[in-house]
């Protein structure tokens, strides 16, 4: 009985894999009878609002889509099927778009020419630099770094081991979108920081800051070695705003202050030292 059993048992199974061998085959051959769709053609529309022409809505024509992805040119992007990009400075902006389907996905472009910079507010005092005392001094103890305002920028030097610089308060709200911008100049630098930062926290004189770095000149990251002239939300390759295009949004509305700071540990902002000018944050 033990060996009828037994046998049993090895039938049934050979039986069970059988019925599912025929089952997985089955299953593979309907698969394989679906045939993919037609290739998708991609196609959209690109419109500026008339009420503000640095608006540009997109959207695409694309037939049986059912995912997009953008490429605005601008160091933005989006997955929607219709969507407004922001182009706060004026030039000529090449936009993508990549449409899948079920064949498939085909891509398309076509640019649009922005005629001016965008119009705002700036909520940056004294950001042509020429006022001062729209500027505190920050000392994050120890040696300081110079700052020196001329009529049209600030100058940042160190003798090569300091730290330090400049900021102010200003109310932004949650939610919103702003434009942060800033040109920096310099022949080149070694082991040294040139720093952006946006935070809650009150600055201290005689502690650093380190609240919410945005962007950067950084020397150990790959940034500020040579010369240098250009807006640092562009040029610059550390923070949390690193290739974000100077693009920020608040979590709450309130106070933040806006901290620039630059320091080196044994090296030199360069014979010219680091000039700042043109700060500016706008509410898109």
């Known amino acids: 009985m033990n060996a009828i059993h037994r046998n049993g048992r090895v039938n049934a199974l050979r039986f069970l894999v059988i019925v599912l061998a025929a089952c997985c085959l089955s299953a593979c051959q309907q698969e394989n009878d679906y045939s993919l769709g037609p290739l998708p053609t991609a196609s959209f529309t690109a419109a500026p609002l008339s009420s503000n022409p ?144 946006f935070g809650t926290t009150a600055p201290a004189d005689g502690s650093d800051y380190t609240d919410n770095k945005f962007v950067s000149l950084k020397t150990w990251a790959g940034c500020g070695t040579g010369p240098f002239n250009g807006d640092i939300a562009d040029i610059g390759c550390s923070g949390s705003g690193t290739d974000a295009g100077g693009i920020i949004t608040f979590s709450t509305s309130g106070t933040v202050y806006l901290v620039i700071k630059a320091g080196s540990a044994g090296g030199g902002f360069g014979s010219d030292g680091i000039t700042l000018d043109n700060v500016s944050l706008i509410k898109l």
């Open 54 to 197: 640095n608006k540009v809505v997109v959207t695409s024509t694309t037939k049986d889509a059912f995912e997009w992805l953008w490429n605005f040119g601008n160091n933005t992007s989006s997955r929607k099927e219709t969507d407004t990009v922001i182009y706060d400075k004026k030039g000529t902006y090449r936009i993508m778009l990549y449409a899948f389907g079920p064949g498939g996905y085909d891509s398309a472009s076509q640019s649009v020419t922005i005629a001016s910079d965008i119009q705002g507010l700036n909520l940056v005092k004294g950001g042509d630099m020429s006022d001062p005392s729209a500027w505190s001094v920050l000392n994050t103890g120890g040696e300081q770094t110079t700052v020196t305002f001329t009529d049209s920028s600030a100058v940042f030097t160190t003798s090569g081991n300091s730290n330090g610089g400049i900021y102010q308060a200003m109310q932004v709200e949650a939610g919103a979108k702003y434009k942060f911008s800033a040109n920096v100049q310099g022949v080149g630098a070694t082991n040294t920081w040139f720093e952006v930062y």
